[in-house]
């Protein structure tokens, strides 16, 4: 009975699956020797992948400061690696001071909110419970910015306009602040001490989402006005601008970039003397940044694969030999050159299969207790689990197919004759 | 006498078997080569950062101490903070310090501002001026390449002289001499006398090639009147160093008056402090990276130990013959051995073969290597452990064969 083409190949396929499955069984130390080799292969750039991964979340999230389509203004550049030389062109701009950021605050008529912000670093939080290390971070900012800066509160009220209008002495604490120095009970209308003077308390932040260290809540929010007062008013301030929505972010970022070089009467055609950057370019900055180093994880871990790769030939170019008889007997009952090609394929396909199958669940896992050890939460790295088998299956088929060709163009009445 | 001539044999053989299967051995070989290549550069990596690294900080001097309110390598946020509300050092203190040291060659504080200097119409924006005395140059060890450095009455008498770093001279003095001239720094008018050695970059981030060093009576008179130095300090005998340090922190103690029950209120740095925390860092890269490369060495292994399994399931009717003719096991064993050695050893002289220009190739494009006599030796002890310890089990397997079932075997 002549079968159908598709049925036929089905067959052949499974037929030279369970042949390959007997021939792996009937070696069984070979076997798991070659398997070895892929399986390390594999968990190799799996083990590697993994950490990366979870190293790379927790590293975005560090970096994701900002709430969605937001992006912020400033002398700095956010991100920097180089050279103190390098970094001349940015000492030598000229601050970005409140008058200039009020004027953005006003006329940028596509933002949703402005916020407007100094950043004080340290400042020491004393309450009657508890007194902080002098490294709390203490931040002025005006209305504007919680919305920018995706805060949400828990408790109380956010600084207002009059706040700022007034320079009051309120402050909002972020929660992991706030739980230090007020252990028990709400710390709305308490008071504090920020570096000795007297603040009072108009409300709590929520937790942010996905911290695993306590350390991210760990800061204090005062009115810009009041900030500039006590801290000195000669320092550049970042400006957070929120879009109304996506589609409008574009025309926003350029509305915003055209009011500041008409404030700062940059030249046309002159480079921006202040840095715009949202989170999906910080993270696509930061990427540029660590390509390099990527790469090159990716290609150290995978050179193991290809040591694999050359023992499977090896080894299958033994099995060629040794059944070379059995080749004999299958082309003389009727098997083509392609059916032998294809048995032997599978066989070193199905044998890197295993190993790597193997060697993805070994390497996700010591990925994890490296990723627990390095304190970032799990993951699993399915695009990289795919392509490791993928590449797996590419390993048996390049590696095997040099033996395959051996053995299919071997002559049947020769290796009949084979001792 | 006798393992001798087994061990002779046993190469004759092995060579002859290794001969005999050219596409299987070169294969293993392969497997091999990969391995030791990858092992070897990645060790070729690593020793030339470490290097490239100490050779960057070599300009602190390593018998040289820093005496100063914060430590370079802080281990935390706090403590960092906490060691900028410690008093600042000034110079009453250097002097009395220099004064009770008895271990130390030469004591220079040295003040640090950052200025605009100019010279006709060349300017330099943002040059390191240091404010010091004459001991600041036994003390940094930096020579002189054209004029001389200051004098002790110079440096007393707070003249208005300045001796600058190659990059201030050429930025400013591209195609005039400088020495003789004067130049502006801020606004006061400085006569250079001299131009220091090229220094190079510090970490590879900051230039100590831009600044310029001027009397510190002179730095107070026209640009900081009481300013907060840093003591450097030079060790006068290398072996004492330790002794010098203890000296230092108990002169320093009561120059600074801190009570007995009181930590130190100043941090004394040192170049090992660099050392140490470069070390904590790359140690935990450079295992890493080790051992990920050592799995493809590992995989290479594996590949080695199949063949040579079946080698002897090949070859069992040989050993059977051999053992029937009065072969010991050691011989069979020696036998096994020897063949995974050669392979392996012959891959990894190849690979040495391949990873030389490939080092060279990285350090001329990406990083520093440096392949030295010790990888060369690991690497070819690194195989030639691999073929033992890969060759041995299929070699014990063969060694232990009954000769009467191998003599069956068909």
Known sequence: MKLQKPTRLFAESGESCSMALSALAAHKLRSVLTLLGVLIGVFSIIVVMTTMRALKANIEREISQLGGQTFAVQKWPALYFGGSEGFEKYWRRRDIGLAQARLVERKATLAGSVGIEANLWGGQVETRYQKTPPSVQLLGETPGSFPARNWSLAAGRAVSETDVENARDVCVLGDGLAKTVFPFGSPVGEHLKINGVSYTVAGVLAPKGGAVNGEQDKFAVIPITTALNRFGRVRSLTILVQARDAASYDDTVEQVRGILRVARKVPPRADDDFELFSNNSLIAQFNSFTRAVRIGVSVVSSIALLAAGIGIMNIMLVSVTERTREIGIRRAVGAKKRNILTQFIVEAVVLCEIGGVIGVLLGIGSGNIAARYLKVPPVIPFDWVILGLMICSVVGVVFGTYPAWKAANLDPIESLRYE | ?410
Not at chain 2, 61 to 68: L, T
């Open chain 2, 1 to 410: 006498m006798k393992l001798f001539a087994e061990i002779r044999e046993g190469f004759g053989i092995s060579w002859d078997a290794i001969r005999a299967n050219k596409m299987r051995s070169v294969l293993a070989t392969l497997g091999i080569v990969i391995g030791i290549v990858t092992v070897t550069l990645m060790g070729a990596a690593i020793g030339g950062l470490n290097g490239a690294f100490l050779n960057s900080i070599s300009a602190l001097g390593a018998d040289v101490f820093y005496v100063e309110r914060d430590n370079w390598m802080s281990d935390t946020w706090d403590e960092w903070l906490r060691e900028q509300k410690r008093r600042p050092i000034r110079l009453p203190e250097s002097e009395a310090l220099a004064r009770q040291l008895t271990l130390a060659a030469a004591v220079a504080p040295v003040s640090y501002v950052s200025l605009p200097v100019k010279y006709k119409n060349h300017n330099s924006s943002r040059v390191t001026i240091l404010g010091t005395t004459e001991q600041y140059f036994p003390v940094s060890g930096i020579g002189i390449s054209r004029g001389r450095a200051l004098t002790a009455v110079e440096s007393a008498g707070g003249r208005p002289v300045c001796v600058l770093g190659t990059q201030v001279a050429t930025n400013l003095f591209p195609h005039e001499e400088p020495v003789g001239n004067r130049i502006k720094i801020g606004a006061q008018s400085f006569e250079v006398i001299g131009v220091l050695e090229k220094q190079g970059t510090l970490l590879g981030l900051y230039s100590l090639d831009n600044r310029i060093v001027i009397p510190l009576e002179q730095f107070r008179a026209s640009f900081v009147g009481n300013p907060e130095i840093e003591i450097q300090i030079k060790a006068a005998e290398l072996v004492q160093l330790d002794e010098a340090r203890e000296e230092l922190r108990q002169a320093m103690r009561r120059v600074r008056r801190v009570a007995p029950d009181q930590p130190d209120d100043f941090a004394i740095n040192q170049q090992d402090q660099f050392v140490t925390m470069f070390h904590r860092l790359t140690g935990t890269i450079a295992l890493v990276g080790l051992f990920i490369t050592g799995l493809s060495l590992f995989v290479g292994g594996i590949g080695i130990m199949n063949i040579m399994f079946v080698s002897v399931a090949e070859r069992t009717r040989e050993i059977g013959i051999r053992k029937a003719m009065g072969a010991k096991r050691r011989t069979i064993l020696l036998q096994f051995l020897i063949e995974a050695a050669c392979i392996c050893v012959l891959g990894g002289l190849i690979a040495l073969g391949i990873a030389w220009p490939l080092t060279l190739a990285v350090r001329q494009w990406l990083i520093p290597t440096t392949m030295s006599l010790t990888i060369v030796g690991i690497a070819l002890l690194v195989s030639l452990v691999t073929g033992l310890v890969s060759g041995f089990v299929p070699a014990w397997r063969a060694a232990r064969l009954d000769p009467v079932d191998a003599l069956r075997n068909e």
